[in-house]
């Protein structure tokens, strides 16, 4: 104990590098967080929906090809959500919070397999993938 009080700066200089150290994975989205790479595989091999919880004005501007645009503030009582709930979900957004917040709420609906894009558009902009604009 003695060992503890003499050393407690040591311990705490220690304790917030871990921090930091770990602060990139944690900001990276969660635990249900999916890289483009990995959104993509998601889509080929298992048909997963892409929802653009983005308005309409930035859905337009470019979103992911194939994706259904459906807005954080009309999410719960949308009509384009995919009625098998066991179907893969990945949400995007500009950057990924808002789509953090409508996995939430696709997760209180009861949808099973809800996935977030990393780093949302600019991720899939910065990775080369195919986006498509509307008019």
Sequence with gaps: ???????????????????????????RGGANAVSPQEAVQLMN????VVID??????????HVVGSRNIPLATLDGAKGLPSNKTLPVVLVCARGSRAQRAAGVLK?????RVHVLAGGM????????????SA
């Design 1 to 27: 104990m003695k060992f503890l009080l003499d050393n407690w700066y040591w311990i705490v200089t220690a304790l917030v590098s871990g921090g930091a150290l770990a602060w990139p994975q944690l900001g």
């Design 45 to 48: 091999r298992e048909k997963a």
């Design 53 to 62: 919880v983005c308005d309409t004005a930035e859905f337009a501007a470019g």
């Design 108 to 112: 209180k609906l009861g949808h099973e």
């Design 122 to 133: 600019a991720a899939w902009r910065e990775a080369s993938l195919p986006v498509e604009k």
